[in-house]
């Protein structure tokens, strides 16, 4: 059995941006054999839902109205790191693209739905510190 540290939109929990959620039933099917940690790093961060959506900008994030966010995304990624080792997750599974979450491309800071090669806030601390990170849209080792 292995301990996961998942996306909260993943398991239908509205919390993303505009207050919906990303449900994901393979997510949800990994309960039966696994522990799964729920995280949202952008409520762990303080955000409200639903929030102004947000993007990276180089080491900077920034909202559609240009309010820079970086802190919250900051505290964010260091309470999810600070939870995935608590419970000693042995991986990851984030949501794809988010500017918290996203692995390997993301929104490029222009809002105009450009992605780019880069990673979330949470999802490059915890690679950062060891921990595999796969996204919702990914093969996982389980």
Not at 84 to 93: K, Q, R, W
Not at 108 to 122: L, S, V, Y
Request: charged share 20%; with cysteine; proline share 8%.
């Amino acid at each position: 059995m292995a301990v996961i540290l998942v996306s909260l939109c993943l398991l239908g929990i509205p919390c993303r941006y505009q207050g919906d959620s990303r449900s994901c039933e393979r997510v949800l099917a990994l309960k039966e054999k696994h522990t799964l940690i729920p995280v949202c790093p952008e409520q762990l961060g303080g955000l409200p839902t639903p929030r102004n959506p947000s993007e990276r900008l180089g080491n900077r994030w920034i909202s559609c109205t240009g309010e820079d966010v970086t802190e919250p995304f900051r505290k964010g990624a260091e309470s999810t790191l600070a939870l995935a080792e608590l419970f000693h997750c042995d991986f990851a599974i984030l949501k794809a693209y988010s500017p918290s979450c996203g692995k390997g491309m993301i929104n490029d800071g222009t809002f105009t739905k450009t992605r780019i090669p880069g990673n979330g806030a949470a999802a490059e601390l915890l690679l950062q510190h060891g921990i595999p990170v796969y996204t919702d849209e990914e093969d996982w080792p389980v």
